[in-house]
């Protein structure tokens, strides 16, 4: 098997060039682990007179990428161009469609599509590969979908967007307030002028959607994953954290068959405490394995394109892997827990999330007398114990703080506490709910 | 695909009971993963009758293991007896003589005859897998032959053997005694009543020794990997490296194409560091994806067959990929360090390592006037420079104690610093001479 690999390539932004990068000067170590060469033979982007850090006058520029999915001569479409829908919807749709595999690194288009894609690409006995889609070059997906594929996987979760850790991390280390980091993350280039999509938890929703399809064999389901961001994270809530052992980060987590990106306080002698920075980090629970923890780089010209090359060498060597794990017109479909929970398909799930957990509750009360008894009165009504209890003194002008963490309980006992609480009329301030990550 | 994959176990020990329990009770998840049912047809192993935790009487029993090799309806052999000559060796080549795809868990095996079996399993197009070899159900073999597959390896540094790792974190939790810990190990049954194999790094020597190869490119070389066990380290030499912020830890490390395992001083906020008890962990570097860790559990039944089985899904899946990573054929070998370093094919490597490492060394010196100045001159003289020391004040019936950390320098430079040292007549014990992993 010498004939090349021939690479038809959409997209040459960030991870696009660090994809030619590899493999014009990688060429030789990756044809000998591939068996053949992996070439490039055509390339498409927004503006072919763009200045570029690497050379692409060898390889042929195509003006439209959809006219990719049908060279005669290319094998595999390389998709970097992002985006649930349009263009790069389009391009994996043809490419499939006319028999190419696809390797892609848009984890929007799988979280959305997914289980048609996947159907279309087993029924065309094509790859459609997406290692670069989840935690940059840490290799999670083929973990997952191949490495533990003897286990019943009972959890994962993961620090899954860069961004977030970064912003997250910094505050931490440097003492400032969110809005501060996020506006100088911009500055320097680490976040979009729009962050909301980091920031909100949309992409590491993508991801742990892709997770969760992959360790419970179900089809990928954006709309069912709950999803909050930390722009409400402040530096008072680290400090108390702090205090308590822990560490705030943002998690992806995926648990008995439901994705959720929140964040979260993580024990400070857990391993996803220690992630900084725009690492990530992703721990992955199996019946037979037990806790297996992978950690890296997870975003990153070179990182994400070490992922996709990875994706390129497992095509060439012949390697089809069904694209969720298990044959797609065996995953199980999440349309019951859509009814029963009463969101729509193209509504973001809401309301209470099943899974218990222990809680950290900041409150800021009044201080009048009895305000203590009152509020553990209203979490004894739903049964939920008190774990530890922090209230420091303060200025007689300030509100004084009542900070708590629970034993584990439920999101809508604790709902219903906090709206006991709220009737007292003694709460001077929104009050901070966040979810205790305790294993 | 729907034909099963049919698979003769030769042995039934603390593994092969797992790979048993694992195939009768994830059958069915199995099955859906793989694309077709995993079934063992035949098994072999030393005792019939011996009691087991699960029912075997529903395959064929083999008596001699050897037949497995040539049974007409079985498609792999999973090799868990064990060792590098004997019965597994000529088991695995009749195997693949035969055409039969083998699944192992042999390091031995691979470290000592890998390049030839290699070769016999690529020149019969069937799989030789091995990801239970190294580091129990950690996808490393994965990792480094598919998922990082775009990077040049630097470097591959890991916690390899459990058992020694649970004797140095035990001896520095309980503040106890080497000897003392490794009798409580035995009488545990956490390490072997011989248990030279895993003390004196011969298991990690095995392990490195493949990683390296995955890494490099080169055919697996048992003889050329430097070897150092955990017998001499200290309870005192823990406790100076904790002062300095270090932690002692048995290392495999495969670097500039030469695979070692010593003890080594590793930075207390380093992930290797933190990794307890019989916990693996292994840090890999390339130039695309930066620093990778993997960690989790090394050993036991089911993380063991864990690997196993999941070598049988890429089996059963079609997925065949060079033994090494690098088609065998293709592998370097390392003659050429052999003849220049004047080591026999058979005898372990020894001399001084190429490398350069700073160190640490202890010495228990005589307590007289201008001491510490002999010393620090002999340092100077080979160009060593001390990076911190350490003089506590000591009893006036003990010797004096002097540790010191270096900058960078080689190993053939500390040698003659040492025995100039010696030479001062002013020693009164060995010392202690330790790298430190500093990155």
């Given at each position: 098997m010498t004939a090349p690999l021939r690479i038809a390539l959409a997209g040459l932004g960030t991870v696009g060039g660090g994809v030619v990068q590899i493999l014009a000067q990688q060429a030789e170590l990756v044809a000998a682990r591939a068996g053949r060469p992996v070439e490039i033979v055509a390339v498409s982007a927004r503006d072919k007179a763009r200045k570029r850090s690497h050379d692409i006058s060898t390889y042929r520029w195509v003006d439209d990428p959809l006219l990719l999915a049908s060279l005669p001569d290319a094998d595999v479409v390389v998709e970097l161009i992002g985006g649930s829908e349009g263009v790069a919807r389009r391009l994996v749709d043809a490419a499939l469609q006319n028999g190419k595999h696809v390797v892609t690194a848009n984890k929007a288009l799988l979280a959305h599509h997914g289980l048609a894609l996947a159907k279309l690409a087993e029924s065309r006995k094509v790859a459609l590969a997406y290692e670069a889609a989840v935690a940059g070059g840490i290799p999670v997906i083929k973990a997952l979908r191949e490495g533990l594929a003897a286990n019943r996987i009972s959890r994962v979760s993961g620090i899954l967007n860069g961004t977030c850790n970064y912003i997250l991390s910094t505050m931490w280390e440097e003492k400032h307030r969110f809005a501060d980091v996020l506006a100088q993350a911009q500055a320097k280039g680490f976040a979009e002028a729009d962050p909301s999509f980091d920031i909100d938890g949309v992409d590491a929703s993508h991801k742990i959607c892709l997770l969760a399809a992959l360790a419970f064999g179900c089809a990928p389901d954006f709309a069912s994953v709950r999803t909050e961001g930390i722009r409400r994270i402040t530096l008072e809530d680290m400090r108390f954290a702090q205090e308590l052992g822990y560490r705030i980060k943002l998690l992806g987590v995926a648990q008995d068959g439901q994705a959720s990106v929140y964040p979260c306080l993580v024990p400070l002698d857990s391993p996803l405490a220690r992630v900084q920075g725009a690492y990530n980090a992703v721990v992955i629970e199996g019946d037979a394995v037990g806790r297996i923890l992978l950690e890296g780089a997870g975003a990153g010209a070179l990182p994400t394109a070490s992922a996709v090359v990875a994706d390129l060498v497992d095509i060439a060597r012949g390697h089809v892997a069904p694209v969720f794990g298990t044959p797609a017109t065996q995953l199980r479909t999440s349309g019951v827990r859509h009814e029963a929970r009463g969101t729509s398909e193209n509504a973001k799930a809401s309301g209470p999330m099943p899974q218990a957990s222990s809680f950290y509750l900041r409150l800021a009360v009044a201080d009048r007398p009895g305000v203590l008894a009152s509020v553990t009165d209203c979490l004894r009504a739903q049964l939920i114990s008190v774990q530890s209890l922090i209230q420091h003194p303060h200025a007689p002008e300030e509100s004084a703080q009542i900070v708590l963490t629970t034993h584990v309980t439920t999101e809508a006992a604790m709902a219903r506490a906090l709206s006991a609480i709220h009737a007292?009329?003694?709460?001077?301030q929104e009050p901070v709910l966040l979810r205790i990550a305790d294993h």
């Amino acid at each position: 098997m010498t004939a090349p690999l021939r690479i038809a390539l959409a997209g040459l932004g960030t991870v696009g060039g660090g994809v030619v990068q590899i493999l014009a000067q990688q060429a030789e170590l990756v044809a000998a682990r591939a068996g053949r060469p992996v070439e490039i033979v055509a390339v498409s982007a927004r503006d072919k007179a763009r200045k570029r850090s690497h050379d692409i006058s060898t390889y042929r520029w195509v003006d439209d990428p959809l006219l990719l999915a049908s060279l005669p001569d290319a094998d595999v479409v390389v998709e970097l161009i992002g985006g649930s829908e349009g263009v790069a919807r389009r391009l994996v749709d043809a490419a499939l469609q006319n028999g190419k595999h696809v390797v892609t690194a848009n984890k929007a288009l799988l979280a959305h599509h997914g289980l048609a894609l996947a159907k279309l690409a087993e029924s065309r006995k094509v790859a459609l590969a997406y290692e670069a889609a989840v935690a940059g070059g840490i290799p999670v997906i083929k973990a997952l979908r191949e490495g533990l594929a003897a286990n019943r996987i009972s959890r994962v979760s993961g620090i899954l967007n860069g961004t977030c850790n970064y912003i997250l991390s910094t505050m931490w280390e440097e003492k400032h307030r969110f809005a501060d980091v996020l506006a100088q993350a911009q500055a320097k280039g680490f976040a979009e002028a729009d962050p909301s999509f980091d920031i909100d938890g949309v992409d590491a929703s993508h991801k742990i959607c892709l997770l969760a399809a992959l360790a419970f064999g179900c089809a990928p389901d954006f709309a069912s994953v709950r999803t909050e961001g930390i722009r409400r994270i402040t530096l008072e809530d680290m400090r108390f954290a702090q205090e308590l052992g822990y560490r705030i980060k943002l998690l992806g987590v995926a648990q008995d068959g439901q994705a959720s990106v929140y964040p979260c306080l993580v024990p400070l002698d857990s391993p996803l405490a220690r992630v900084q920075g725009a690492y990530n980090a992703v721990v992955i629970e199996g019946d037979a394995v037990g806790r297996i923890l992978l950690e890296g780089a997870g975003a990153g010209a070179l990182p994400t394109a070490s992922a996709v090359v990875a994706d390129l060498v497992d095509i060439a060597r012949g390697h089809v892997a069904p694209v969720f794990g298990t044959p797609a017109t065996q995953l199980r479909t999440s349309g019951v827990r859509h009814e029963a929970r009463g969101t729509s398909e193209n509504a973001k799930a809401s309301g209470p999330m099943p899974q218990a957990s222990s809680f950290y509750l900041r409150l800021a009360v009044a201080d009048r007398p009895g305000v203590l008894a009152s509020v553990t009165d209203c979490l004894r009504a739903q049964l939920i114990s008190v774990q530890s209890l922090i209230q420091h003194p303060h200025a007689p002008e300030e509100s004084a703080q009542i900070v708590l963490t629970t034993h584990v309980t439920t999101e809508a006992a604790m709902a219903r506490a906090l709206s006991a609480i709220h009737a007292l009329g003694m709460v001077v301030q929104e009050p901070v709910l966040l979810r205790i990550a305790d294993h």
